[in-house]
């Protein structure tokens, strides 16, 4: 059974910084890529980062991109998010994810199936 335990959400200032943490049990996470959605108050969910499972290739979303940098840990089954430069409108739940990388076109070639319980992150002075 897939299990997520997302953590590293909270309040922070603008500019500032926060990591955020999920270990995933329950999938071969070398098959699989992982990353991190968001929502936002009155948005929809969407796809901000993904690595890839084969070659740990990461995708960025224009709005997160030379801010947020994902990275992985095999051995602990953990995905990272740290978050640099954050701005009000980074304010949303995030969302640790399981899916597939594909061939499509553009910044977020991944499609997530499957996701955490999601872990607050509001950016206010």
């Known amino acids: 059974q897939l299990q997520f335990v997302e953590s590293g959400g909270g309040l922070v200032q603008p500019e500032g910084s926060l990591t955020l943490s999920c270990v995933i049990s329950?999938?071969?996470?070398?098959?699989?890529?992982m990353g991190w959605l968001r929502q936002a108050p009155g948005k929809e969910r969407e796809a901000i980062s993904c690595?890839?499972?084969?070659?740990?290739?990461?995708y960025y979303t224009g709005s997160v991109k030379g801010r947020f940098t994902i990275s992985r840990d095999h051995a602990k089954n953990t995905v990272y998010l740290q978050m640099n430069g954050l701005k009000p409108e980074d304010t949303a739940v995030y969302y640790c994810?399981?899916?597939?990388?594909?061939?499509?076109?553009?910044?977020?070639?991944?499609?997530?199936?499957?996701w955490g319980q999601g872990t607050q992150v509001t950016v206010s002075s």
């Open positions: 329950g999938v071969d996470l070398d098959y699989y890529a």
């Open positions: 994810a399981v899916g597939q990388s594909t061939i499509r076109a553009g910044p977020m070639p991944c499609d997530f199936g499957s």
């Open positions: 690595i890839s499972g084969a070659y740990g290739t990461t």
